[in-house]
Structures are given as C-alpha cells and as structure tokens.
C-alpha cells in the first residue's frame, strides 16, 4: 500500500502579493490535493511574520472547508500556550460541527513567535511549562469529560477530534507517547532529532482510546517538476525566500542580493533546515521519499511543497502520480 501523503501548507506571501493572494492559493492548494487524493492539509500558526498568511489556524481552515468536501483539514500546529484550552476546544469544535469527521487538532508548544510578539499575545515564557496539562485539559473538553466541574466546551463537547502533538524534539515525542497520541515530527525544517525522536516515541508509547499502536507522520520538502532543471531552480529560489525570511530584517531582496546573502553564510542554516528535500523529476522525487520514508521510520509523510502558481500546483500532481494515490 503507498505510504499516505498530507501536506503542509506554509501559506507564503510572496513578492508583490498579499494575504488575501496567499488564502485564495490555499484554497486551490487544497482543491488539488483532494482532487489527487492525498489524505489532509494542515495550516501552522505563525504570528508577526510578514510572509506567512497562517496566524489563525482556524479561521483558514473555515475558508477552505468551503471549497472543499472529502480531504481532512486541520493544524499544523496551534501554539497551544498561547491560547486557553478552552478556546480551542471552542474554535475546533466549532469547525467539526461545520465539517464532521474531517478536522484534525496538531498541537504544539513552540511560541510560533519572537519575543516582542509574544508579549503582545500575553504570552509569558512559562506558559510552555503547562504544556502536557493543557493538552490534557482540551483532550478532556473534547471527550465530553470536562476536568473543570460545569465548564464546557459548546460546541466540541464529545467530538472527540483527533489530537496530535507537533515537535522536533524528544520533549514532544515522549509526551505523545505517554499520552497514546499520533505523533508529528517538523523534520522538513528541524531535522536534527528525527531519527532519536521517533525512536523513543516508538519504544515509549502506550495504547489510548484514540490510538492502539504508534503513528508517525514526518515532514518534508518537495518539489517536483517535468524537469530537474526546473526543480533546482525552485529550489533555488526556496534557498532564497528562506535566507531572507531569516536573514533579511524584513527588507526586499533581490534574488541577487539574496544568493550574496547565502554566499555570505545563510548557505549554512538554511540547508541545515532543508536537509530533507525532494526534487527532481516524479522518478526522483519518489526514489527519495521512499528512501526518507525507511530513515524516518514513518507512518505517513506530511509535504511542503514549494514553489509558487502553477508550479506548486504542478508539484502536488506530479508527487501523487509518482506515488500513486488514488486520483479522484
């Protein structure tokens, strides 16, 4: 059987666009991928990030829940200390009660954010402490077994959406498995602990009524063209967005000034970060994810797709082809 596909969707902003070009192309996105089977689309909260669309998790996939009827939506992940878990048994029950059996809740505890933004959002440092508490918390909200006497969440109560916990460390992994939950490694910008992480989620994880065995989901990069030329130029431009994002102090680059920033060092972290990258032709592509899906030991991979347009669209029919998903 292929192993599942699912994607991330990074909602960039590109040059020259705006939020509202970014969302109308996460709706295609998501039209595509359901229409090449591939099982979900999940969005990532970000927050002061003046290239990524995707603080409001919920609200996107509200949008794109419209334009679509089958593939499963959900996030990838909410921040969860910077929010109540009230809150989000709230907004996705909500989206359940809007698209039954179709919304997944990725949870992590990174701050999605720099400092200064976290305490605009009323985020202290310590609020990650909580973490396995809150997650606990919204579990129960969502079970219908309120750990808060007469507090409800209306409407999640007894949905039981599918929890997962988000990380790219032991930390994650570890909690998921004593917690019998999915677990989603962020290998397609933090690879590091990949292999280490999956392994104690493995050994460590105990039965739960949402899960009897492990499951893990690992991320990747991707980009698939009709040509490798075509590939390595998206990917070279992948190079550059991400050398700017970190680098840049939110000023424009061209692509000149952005392969100078490379050359100067940012080479260095950013292909760090995209150390797990298909590209190439459909054939290539698939011989490199099959290959990552031995080494990551997983159950299911979770793809960012890069380039833009038509390319990126491009990318997620040549990936499900090559994959051999079932095309609806």
């Given at each position: 059987m292929p192993t599942p596909l699912s994607i991330l969707d990074l909602a960039r902003i590109?040059?020259?666009?705006?939020?509202?070009?970014?969302?109308?192309?996460?709706?295609?996105?998501?039209?595509?991928?359901?229409?090449?089977?591939?099982?979900?689309?999940?969005?990532?909260?970000?927050?002061?990030?003046?290239?990524?669309?995707?603080?409001?998790?919920?609200?996107l996939i509200a949008h794109v829940g419209t334009f679509t009827s089958r593939i499963r939506l959900g996030s990838g992940?909410?921040?969860?200390?910077?929010?109540?878990?009230?809150?989000i048994a709230e907004q996705f029950g909500t989206l359940d009660a809007m698209y039954p059996g179709r919304i997944d809740l990725g949870l992590g505890r990174a701050p999605g954010a720099d400092p200064n933004t976290m305490r605009a959002l009323r985020r202290e440092a310590p609020s990650a402490d909580t973490f396995p508490q809150d997650v606990l918390e919204l579990q129960a909200y969502l079970a219908g077994r309120s750990l808060i006497p007469g507090v409800d969440a209306v409407p999640g109560r007894g949905s039981e959406i599918p929890l997962y916990i988000l990380g790219s460390s032991l930390f994650g992994a570890t909690l998921a498995a004593a917690l019998g939950l999915p677990y989603a490694f962020a290998s397609h910008f933090a690879p590091q602990a990949l292999e280490p992480a999956v392994a104690a989620y493995r050994?460590?994880?105990?039965?739960?009524?949402?899960?009897d065995r492990p499951y893990v989901i690992a991320g990747v990069n991707v980009v698939a063209a009709d040509t490798t030329a075509d590939a390595r130029g998206q990917f070279q431009a992948t190079r550059r967005a991400f050398a700017t994002g970190l680098f840049g102090r939110g000023q424009s680059f061209t692509d000149e000034q952005a392969d100078r920033l490379l050359a100067e060092g940012a080479a260095a972290q950013v292909d760090q970060m995209l150390r797990h990258f298909a590209l190439g032709t459909p054939?290539?592509?698939?011989?490199?994810?099959?290959?990552?899906?031995?080494?990551?030991?997983?159950?299911?991979?979770?793809?960012?797709?890069?380039?833009?347009?038509?390319?990126?669209?491009?990318?997620?029919?040549?990936?499900?082809?090559?994959?051999?998903?079932?095309?609806?």
């Open positions: 590109g040059p020259g666009q705006t939020a509202r070009d970014s969302i109308a192309a996460s709706v295609e996105l998501a039209r595509t991928a359901e229409e090449y089977g591939y099982r979900r689309v999940w969005y990532a909260e970000h927050h002061n990030m003046p290239t990524i669309a995707s603080s409001a998790p919920a609200v992940g909410v921040m969860l200390p910077n929010h109540t878990p009230l809150t050994r460590e994880f105990r039965p739960s009524e949402q899960l054939a290539e592509v698939r011989d490199y994810l099959e290959a990552f899906v031995r080494q990551a030991d997983a159950d299911e991979l979770i793809v960012a797709h890069h380039g833009a347009g038509e390319a990126r669209l491009r990318s997620v029919a040549l990936l499900a082809e090559a994959m051999q998903l079932t095309h609806a």
